[in-house]
């Protein structure tokens, strides 16, 4: 088990030491009390149960205990430092024949320490190694016969065995110990993974049936695969295509921004790409670039590593970690014989590539890696460079939210972009809106009653004007709920007829989403309709001074920490059909379809705000608790104090059961 010795203290720690160190070395041991002590927790003469390294019988001779306590240990490397900084320091003293230690007592024959940061065990360049070859160098100055650190590992394992210094260290909460409790509440039933995992694979199939006749893609964005039925952006998209010309031939990264739901992904996706694939950039083979379409998530260099490869039909081995060490690695990496390591051959023209990061505020709201956020941001601007004269590595697009633009600015590189050519996403003209209704419709072999175009737009706001040629200035972020009531309309409409009756039905634009929602909860039973809430719930990022956003969770994490997830998954299948289209199951994770979701639909609302306190505390748990199984199990994930005692009083998610089953 895993134990919080961060909340500890100093003092705490020093006695846990000294607990553990009478426990396992026995009763030869003199343990010293709070006052100065020459830095010593205790010390030991004669046998003690401990063996020599080399396995030559066991510790016997005049020994130190030293205790070394961080504060507030942060990642293992800097935690390494400061250990290795006091463990210099103390051998030091050992070495001066005026220090108080050595004028008030004798240099130890071995020497203990420990410590609650934790060292990396890798061979050679670890923590564990570092800090037994710095002991080494001193051994033979000082004539240690031998010595031990316990740090943060060693101390849990001892911990674990003996319980009775686990129990009488009242004050130490363990995360564990708090999950077992939970675990208790939550009966966890051993065929549940399994029918976890059967349910994903029941969604993922259903998934490929969702094809529905409909040209409208109610709140999911377009995809390049939408192309055939994409319109009234055809403007916007040769401008996006006119400007990322020039940005490259500078060798600067293209900004398009635009509010949220102004429709960036369609417009990148459904228009630029095809555009590109049609020979529109004015650079010779650019049609036949590898394209590497990516959003950031909360690991940008994994997400760029997995993209670039999966573009150019390479592996993407070991590519992100080379690009957090040198940011400008991407290039020579492309340009690098493709047939090293290669899955297959890379296409044609696989030496320079169109990289394209949608959602790129993720790099600001999920990525909280500083360090990976700016060796991210160097390796995409280094790409797009062409500093020495040479073509850039890659044409760089990034679409951003207008909300999140002010954070481009820390970062020179993305200002000058952001300065120099970019495109706004604005509303579309009365034209366009008619085009993007009307030309979907035509093409899936769809008609139109009279009347539905005008009603819509009439309906869209008071000024996205009828008239043609009129310049519309409907409020950008309508524009998902007008996707949605199409689609409904479509769906409701019997035939190939889409009626004005039909989109009535719907609830209308400012209607729609809210009515489908609500009918889809509302045809729930009492046991399904609270799996939906909490399920909604999941998928909601609760802001902190910010908005409200979504909360892409992987499927696999969501069904396995499910109560039932049968139940999960039928609700989940309600909720992404296709003439709802609320929530999207892409392969691996699952997300509110739009944001709009939220602002538009007052139940969500309504749940979101009877709680939001506890919500945010829940979903921080769940975060960090993943972030503690994920990442190394670094202590500064765990919880203490008031932190732990406020998450325990507002419930633990569901998800957490799945670290109770893995033994954290
Ligand atoms: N040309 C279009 N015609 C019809 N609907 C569109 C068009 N472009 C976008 N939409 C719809 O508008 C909504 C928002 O689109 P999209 O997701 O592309 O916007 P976005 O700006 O990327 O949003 P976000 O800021 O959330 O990333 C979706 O419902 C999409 O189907
Ligand atoms: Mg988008």
């Not at 705000?609 to 505390?617: E, F, K």
Request: net charge negative.
């Amino acid at each position: 088990m895993d134990y919080d010795l961060s909340r500890l203290g100093e003092r705490e720690f020093e006695h846990l030491s000294q607990a553990l160190v009478l426990a396992a070395l026995g009763p030869g041991v003199e343990v010293f009390g709070d006052g100065p002590d020459g830095g010593r927790e205790a010390t030991f003469e004669g046998g003690v149960n401990l063996p020599h390294r080399d396995g030559r019988g066991r510790w016997n001779g005049f020994g130190v205990v030293q205790a070394k306590y961080l504060r507030r240990p942060g990642d293992t490397a800097s935690g390494e430092r400061w250990f290795a900084a006091q463990v210099k320091a103390e051998l030091e003293k050992w070495l001066e024949p005026d220090s108080v230690r050595v004028k008030k007592g004798r240099v130890p024959d071995y020497l203990l320490m420990t410590t609650n940061v934790v060292l990396s065990p890798v061979a050679g360049g670890g923590g564990v190694d570092t800090v037994d070859r710095l002991i080494e160098s001193y051994a033979k100055r000082l004539g240690l016969r031998d010595w031990a650190v316990w740090h943060y590992d060693k101390l849990c394992r001892l911990l674990d065995v003996h319980d009775g210094v686990r129990r009488t260290n009242a004050g130490q909460i363990v995360l564990g110990d708090v999950l077992s409790q939970i675990h208790d509440l939550l009966p966890v039933d051993p065929r549940r993974r399994e029918s976890a995992a059967s349910a994903a694979k029941a969604l993922l199939e259903g998934q490929s049936d969702r094809d529905a006749a409909c040209p409208y893609k109610g709140l999911a964005a377009f995809t390049e695969a939408d192309a055939s039925v994409f319109f009234g952006r055809e403007q916007l998209a040769a401008r996006v295509v006119g400007r990322l010309s020039r940005s490259h031939a500078e060798g600067r990264p293209l900004v398009v921004m635009g509010a949220s739901g102004a429709g960036k992904s369609s417009l990148l996706a459904a228009g630029m790409l095809p555009a590109l694939r049609q020979g529109q950039l004015d650079v010779a083979g650019s049609e036949a670039w590898p394209r590497a379409l990516f959003t950031p998530t909360g690991d940008p260099l994994g997400a760029l590593a997995a993209a670039v490869a999966a573009a150019t039909r390479r592996s993407a081995d070991g590519l992100a970690g080379q690009l957090r060490a040198d940011p400008d690695r991407l290039a020579a990496w492309l340009g690098e014989d493709a047939r090293t390591g290669d899955l297959e051959s890379p296409p044609a023209g696989a030496d320079r590539c169109l990289l394209v990061v949608d959602q790129f505020e993720e790099v600001f709201t999920q990525c909280t890696d500083s360090a990976a956020r700016q060796a991210f941001i160097d390796a995409i601007c280094a790409a797009a460079a062409c500093d020495d004269g040479s073509a850039p590595a890659a044409a760089v697009v990034i679409g951003i939210r207008a909300d999140f633009v002010a954070h481009l600015a820390a970062f020179p590189q993305l200002r000058a972009a952001m300065e120099a050519h970019p495109v706004l996403v604005g509303p579309m003209s009365s034209d366009e809106l008619r085009s993007a209704v009307e030309q979907p419709a035509a093409a899936a072999g769809l008609t139109l009653e009279l009347g539905l175009v005008d009603r819509l737009i009439d309906d869209l706001g008071p000024r996205a004007g009828r008239s043609a040629g009129a310049e519309a200035s409907y409020e950008v972020g309508q524009l998902p709920l007008l996707s949605h009531a199409l689609l409904v309309t479509c769906q409701r409409s019997a035939g190939t007829h889409l009626t004005l009756a039909a989109y009535q039905a719907t609830g209308g634009i400012r209607r729609a989403v809210a009515s489908t929602a609500d009918d889809i909860v509302a045809r729930l039973d009492k046991d399904h309709y609270d799996t939906a809430r909490n399920l909604l719930l999941d998928l909601v990022q609760i802001g902190e001074g910010t908005d409200d956003t979504r909360r892409r969770m992987p499927l696999a994490r969501l069904l396995a920490s499910a109560p039932d997830p049968q139940r999960t998954q039928r609700v989940l299948t309600e909720l992404a059909a296709p003439d709802a289209r609320l929530v999207t199951i892409h392969e691996d994770r699952v997300e509110i379809t739009h944001e709009a979701l939220l602002r538009a639909w007052p139940t969500l609302r309504e749940w979101i705000d009877s709680d939001r306190a506890g919500q945010l505390l829940r979903q921080r748990l769940d975060d960090d608790a993943h972030a503690w199984t994920e990442g190394n199990r670094n202590p500064v994930h765990l919880y203490q104090g008031n932190r732990l005692t406020l998450a325990a009083a507002h419930g633990v998610p569901q998800s957490l059961s799945v670290l109770v089953r893995r033994g954290v």
